[in-house]
């Protein structure tokens, strides 16, 4: 490989690969980029349908972030979700974000479920809890049908504050969700001081559980925990029809995956939510 020598803010020399140096010169145009954004413009939000494990049919959409820019093209979240947070902009995005998502949900049935993502910083700042408040307050959805979903990441970095302001969003009527679920550094020795409404198995865990006998008896216990702590369980990823055979069977209760839908726009989604009315 080849090697660039660079002095770093102290003066001091310090050596990067090419592909090192690429991907800080790509990472640094993207915090350029996103500084600059005409970001209410820029941003949309996609919407991936989960379906009631029994019935098969859609309950609702987890809103999924897009970033689309003349420069950059599409940047998707794992990209510019990091960069949000490091340029201090997370919280204006999350806003921006869930305005739109709220809105799309106007034209939806009454009852259907909207699942939205908040990020660690969204989380420990009460300023921030407060206007995401007020934007539910503005859009009259039922906070009863809106859960936000939390990494274990995202909670761990700072348990009390985090804690007091989900509780909070509870006290509002507002679900959480532990997303990724499994795959945060430890999971168990929290969960129950959590006011959670949903836990979401990541997707690893189902990848070959038609195939391992150990995935399916792993799956099989956090189903087991999730009645036991009186949560929702909701399995992510789910990609085929094998996997929605055995998952059924061991009685998670939400499925959420390309096998039910990819992330679509608002106006796929009420065709998706016609024709279920029609069938
Ligand atoms: P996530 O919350 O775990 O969302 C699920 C991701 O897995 C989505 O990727 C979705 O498109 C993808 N996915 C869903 N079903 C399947 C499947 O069956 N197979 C496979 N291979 N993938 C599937 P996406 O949209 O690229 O989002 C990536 C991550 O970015 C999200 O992971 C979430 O952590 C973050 N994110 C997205 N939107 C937002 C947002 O508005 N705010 C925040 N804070 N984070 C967001
Ligand atoms: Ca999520
Ligand atoms: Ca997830
Ligand atoms: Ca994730």
């Given at each position: 490989a080849l090697y660039h020598a660079k002095q770093n803010a102290r003066g001091q020399a310090v050596i990067f690969s090419t592909e090192h140096a690429h991907q800080i010169t790509r990472r640094s145009r993207i915090d350029q980029e996103l500084k600059n954004a005409d970001l209410e413009k820029e941003l949309s939000v996609l919407f991936q349908p989960f379906v009631d494990s029994e019935t098969l049919t859609i309950i609702g959409f987890e809103a999924l972030a897009r970033w689309d820019n003349i420069a950059l093209g599409r940047v998707t979240p794992d990209i510019f979700i990091p960069a949000a947070e490091r340029n201090g902009l997370m919280s204006h995005l999350t806003l921006i974000l869930l305005e739109k998502a709220l809105e799309a949900a106007k034209l939806w049935p009454d009852g259907t479920r909207l699942s939205f993502n908040l990020s660690a910083r969204d989380i420990v700042s009460p300023s921030t809890v407060d206007s995401l408040l007020s934007i539910i307050a503005k859009s009259?959805?039922?906070?009863?049908n809106l859960d936000f979903e939390l990494t274990e990441t995202s909670v761990m970095t700072s348990f009390d504050l985090a804690s007091t302001n989900l509780t909070r969003l509870m006290n509002n009527g507002i679900g959480i969700a532990l997303d990724d679920f499994g795959t945060g550094q430890s999971s168990l020795g929290y969960v129950h001081r959590l006011p959670l409404r949903k836990i979401k198995v990541d997707r690893s865990f189902i990848t070959d559980i038609d195939t391992n006998g150990l995935s399916r008896n792993i799956i099989r216990t956090i189903v087991d925990l999730c009645r036991n702590i009186d949560c929702v369980c909701v399995i992510e990823g789910m990609e085929t029809e094998e996997q929605v055979t055995i998952l059924r069977t061991l009685g998670c209760a939400i499925m959420q995956g390309y096998y039910f839908g990819r992330p679509m726009t608002l106006d796929e989604t009420l065709v998706r939510l016609q024709d279920q009315r029609k069938a």
């Open positions: 009259g959805f039922n906070p009863a």
